[in-house]
């Protein structure tokens, strides 16, 4: 019924920048809090930044300053901008969104397939 779908993904020299880029699709009514998350090998999948449908923002204290998260409420779209990238950004980074669903009205969680990235030179 939702489809997320992540790009913008690759591969970086540490220092570098990349920009992700989510797309929500499907039956959807609403969209509240979107975010994404990051799972390195052999580690736990751990939020990286969130932001809600009025766009207050919150993020994981190891990428304050370096990654911005914002949306476009019309597209139905979040991104995340990472600057100043380190070899431990390395990861598989998802997005998740919370969304009510034209039929159902209430709001499920929902995931990407995950887009990787590797800081590395």
């Known amino acids: 019924q939702v489809q997320l779908v992540e790009s913008g993904g690759g591969l970086v020299q540490p220092g570098g920048s990349l920009r992700l880029s989510c797309a929500a699709s499907?039956?959807?009514?609403?969209?509240?809090?979107m975010a994404w998350y990051r799972q390195a090998p052999g580690k736990q999948r751990d939020l990286v930044a969130r932001?809600?449908?009025?766009?207050?923002?919150n993020y994981a204290d190891s990428v304050k300053g370096r990654f911005t998260i914002s949306r476009d409420n019309v597209k139905n779209m979040v991104y995340l901008q990472m600057n100043s990238l380190k070899p431990e950004d390395t990861a598989v980074y998802y997005c998740n969104a919370i969304v009510a669903t034209l039929s159902a009205r209430s709001f499920g969680t929902y995931w990407g397939q995950g887009t990787q990235v590797t800081v590395s030179s």
């Open positions: 499907g039956s959807i009514f609403s969209i509240n809090t």
């Open positions: 932001i809600t449908s009025g766009g207050a923002t």
